[in-house]
């Protein structure tokens, strides 16, 4: 393929464009691993909140439960109390009110756990006040962050699209072919697709070209790759003189 010093110059702007468009896509692709963090710590926080509250309804329950227990056991015991009077053997007497006994032992157990659960209920009603405020706060803040970055992501596709829009113009002006081989170079891993030739070296792999390669670039003949690295060379432009 034929070049031109003007298509290989476009080329190299191209990459200088290309190069600062890698860096807003950058900014761009920054800003949701954020956002999903912000909203993935609010989301924690609510679950811890979720959690909290279910321990207290669970323990609610609990002490219904318990409840209905005792009620059960103390009415037990009342109804057997007053079968005592018609039980005409000693021993159906005596066995009755072992009974009775054991009713009443057993409500008094569960009143005792009944009093833990409700110990435990006023420390889980607590932290779910504690966590409550908490949430309130992360809210808050997670709003404010979240809004930041909405802007900022808002912003960073603006600039992108700023960029790209100008790296656009720049691709327009190199041939076709070209253009093709340096997006091939650049989807290998490569952004700097164009390297200048240094003091007889690749500028990019570093490697001792050979002479009849620089000549080859010098020439502008065809377009001229590095035999390591296989990227575009060119030929940079002699800096001035110095003036005397
Ligand atoms: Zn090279």
Do not use: W
Request: proline share 4%; charged share 35%.
């Amino acid at each position: 393929m034929a070049l031109t010093k003007e298509a290989l110059s476009a080329l190299v702007a191209l990459q200088s464009k290309d190069a600062i468009l890698d860096a807003r896509q950058k900014d761009v692709d920054a800003v949701p691993p954020k956002i999903a963090a912000v909203k993935s710590d609010l989301e924690n926080e609510k679950k811890r909140m979720d959690a909290a509250r279910a321990k207290t309804i669970d323990l609610e329950k609990k002490k219904k439960a318990k409840e209905l227990d005792v009620a059960a056991k103390e009415d037990a015991a009342r109804k057997h109390s007053t079968q005592l009077n018609e039980l005409k053997s000693n021993d159906a007497y005596k066995a009755m009110q072992a009974e009775i006994e054991k009713e009443k032992a057993a409500a008094g157990d569960i009143e005792t756990e009944i009093l833990q659960l409700m110990e435990d209920i006023d420390k889980s009603r607590a932290e779910e006040k504690a966590l409550a405020a908490e949430l309130k706060k992360i809210e808050e803040f997670s709003k404010k962050d979240l809004e930041k970055l909405e802007a900022d992501l808002s912003h960073a596709k603006g600039e992108h699209a700023a960029v790209k829009a100008e790296r656009d113009a720049s691709a327009a002006l190199v041939p076709a072919d070209v253009l093709r081989v340096y997006d091939h170079i650049r989807s290998r891993g490569k952004p700097d697709a164009v390297v200048p030739v240094v003091d007889g070296h690749c500028g990019a792999c570093q490697i001792n070209l050979a002479p009849i390669l620089i000549a080859e670039v010098a020439k502008l003949k065809s377009l001229a790759v590095c035999e390591s690295c296989q990227r575009i060379l060119y030929k940079p432009e002699k800096p001035a003189p110095a003036a005397a």
